[in-house]
C-alpha cells in the first residue's frame, strides 16, 4: 500500500467495496511476486509458459490463464483453479492464482486459471457461482486441445472464496446431473456463512458473515447449500483434499465439511499447514506455502495412480 492508499482490509466492508468500485483493485506493494521475479527465485518454473484466454461467462467475458510445462512428463491429470479474495477481489495476477499454477504446471499439472465476476454493489450470489460453473463447461469441452487431458482426469479446486465457489458449483453439477470434476482441492475455504462457527447461525458482527452476507444477498440466500456447501449434502461428491491452516480463523470450516465427507463415506483427505494463517499461498515466500502445494501434488498424483489398472 502507498501512503495514501489505505489497506482495505482494514475499512468497514461498506467503504472497501465502494473503493473497489470506484478505484479497482489496488496495486500489490511487493516487488517480487510477477511472473518474472517468480521465475528468477524458482528456477523450476522457467518453462512453464501461460497463455490469456478469455471465458464467456453469464456476466461477461472473464479472463482465464492457461498453464503448461511441455518439458516434464504430463501427470495424466490437469486442474481447473480458482483464486480467492472475499468474493470482492483477487485476480489472475495474484500469487494465490499465478504462482500456485506456475507450480503445479512445473510438476507437470496443467491448471486453467479462471476469473470471476466480483460481489461490488448490486452483483451477489449466483453471479460468482455461474461464472465459475462457465468456465468448467469451457475447461470440459476443450480439455485434450488445452490441458492435454481427457474431461474424465479434470479437477477443481480453489482458496478461500474460490474454495467456495468451487464446492458449490459441484453440488450445483451434482444436483443439475452434470458430469462432476475426478477430484476436489479446498485451500482454507469459506464454506459456510460464519466459517468460524460452522453449523452456527452467523452472528451479524463477524466479518466472515458480514462478507457471506454480501456474497449471498440476502439474508434467505445465507442459508442456500448451493452459496454455502457446508450447509448442504456432500453425498456424491468426488474425491476431495481439504487444507486448513493452524492459525486460520477459517479453519473450522474446513474441517466440518472434511469430517462431513468421511461421515458420509467419501473419499477425504483433511490436510492440517501448521505455522500458517489464512491466504499463506498467496505468499510465495512462507514455507508453507511450498508445503501445501507439495502436498496437493502429491495427492492428485496419488488420485491418479489408483485409477492405472
Known sequence: MTDTEPDLRTLPLSEAIARLREHGEPADPRPDIDTASLRR?????????????VVNAP??????????DD??????????WVHGGAFIGGHLDMPESNWVALELAAQ????LAVDYVKCLGDVHYPAPSDDVIAAWRYARANSAELLGVEPGALLLGGASAGGNLTAGAVARLRDAGEALPAGLVLVYPALDPDGARP???PDPESPF????????GSREALH????????????????????????????????????RLMAAGRDSTLHLEPDADH??????SHPAATRTLTAIVAWISDRRARKRP
Open 41 to 53: 527465485r524458482f528456477p523450476r518454473l522457467a518453462h512453464v509458459r501461460a497463455r490469456e484466454l
Open 59 to 68: 456476466s461477461g467475458r472473464q479472463p482465464t490463464r492457461l498453464y503448461r
Open 71 to 80: 518439458t516434464v512428463a504430463h501427470a495424466g491429470a490437469a486442474l481447473v
Open 108 to 111: 507437470g499439472i496443467p491448471v
Open 199 to 201: 453449523g452456527e447461525a
Open 209 to 216: 458473515a458480514q462478507l457471506s452476507l454480501n456474497f449471498a
Open 224 to 259: 442456500d447449500p448451493h452459496a454455502f456447501p457446508g450447509l448442504g449434502s456432500v453425498g456424491g461428491f468426488p474425491p476431495t483434499l481439504v487444507v486448513v491452516c493452524e492459525q486460520d480463523g477459517l479453519r473450522p470450516s474446513g474441517e466440518a465439511f472434511a469430517r
Open 279 to 284: 491466504a499463506h499461498i498467496n505468499e510465495p
